[in-house]
């Protein structure tokens, strides 16, 4: 049966056929466009709160401060000379729980949004890849051909089931040691002086 008017006609392979100028009609990939709400829920359940940070906020000016100069590749003198405090300070705060917790949560931010760029940039370039996969099941050699169908079964859920053998054992015992930090960490003020 034919398509009436401007309806696209579908071919028995499933190519769809625009009927105004007889161009193929490429698959639109649709992707759900969340309510404001559901928008403003996900923004306000990925931001931290304030008792999610890894030291109380008037500690955190100074892991900051410490960590950013770090990551720049200042070493602890320098560090201890421009803050006005103690090298002994800068390196038991590089030691603190909290300080190595921010440093982790920062890198970690960055890898991921380094990896989110990637992973845009392959979901870009997937429908090609995967029309070079379909392509090598036409292949003259036989190896291809079998090696390109075991990886779009693979791909499409149909892989043979992975069986892990674990086995644990434990010698000794478990030891918990609680470590008290040798100082408080310091405060620095970094409200900028004003100029008049």
């Known amino acids: 049966m034919l398509p009436l008017g401007t309806e ?16 193929i009609v490429e698959e639109e990939v649709l992707v759900e466009v969340p309510t404001a709400i559901d928008a403003q829920r ?5 931001r931290l709160r304030i008792s999610d940070l890894p030291v109380p906020p008037d500690q955190m ?12 590749g200042v070493d602890n003198n320098d560090i201890a000379t421009l803050l006005h405090i103690d090298e002994d300070w800068v390196a ?23 990896l989110s760029d990637v992973r845009n940039l392959f979901v870009q370039h ?12 036409d292949s003259k050699s036989e190896s291809t051909r079998g090696s390109a169908a075991k990886d779009i079964l693979d791909r499409a ?9 674990h086995r644990h ?3 000794g ?11 408080e960490v310091p405060t620095i003020d970094i409200t900028p002086e004003k100029e008049f």
Do not use: C, W
């Not at 996900?42 to 990925?46: C, D, G, L």
């Not at 590089?94 to 380094?114: A, F, M, P, R």
């Not at 015992?173 to 100082?183: D, F, N």
């Open 42 to 46: 996900e923004v306000v359940s990925a």
């Open 157 to 165: 859920g149909h892989r043979p089931v992975d069986v892990i053998d």
């Open 173 to 183: 015992g478990l030891v918990i040691q609680y470590v008290k930090p040798s100082k």
């Open 126 to 137: 997937s429908r090609g890849a995967a029309g070079v996969m379909l392509g090598l099941l």
């Open 8 to 23: 696209p006609l579908v071919l028995a392979d499933g190519t769809t056929i625009n009927p105004i100028d007889g161009t």
């Open 61 to 72: 000016n100074t892991l900051s401060v410490i960590l950013s100069y770090s990551l720049q």
């Open 92 to 114: 038991d705060i590089k030691q603190s729980d909290g300080y190595k917790e921010l440093q982790t949560t920062i890198i970690k931010n960055i890898i991921d949004s380094d």
């Open 169 to 171: 054992t434990l010698e």
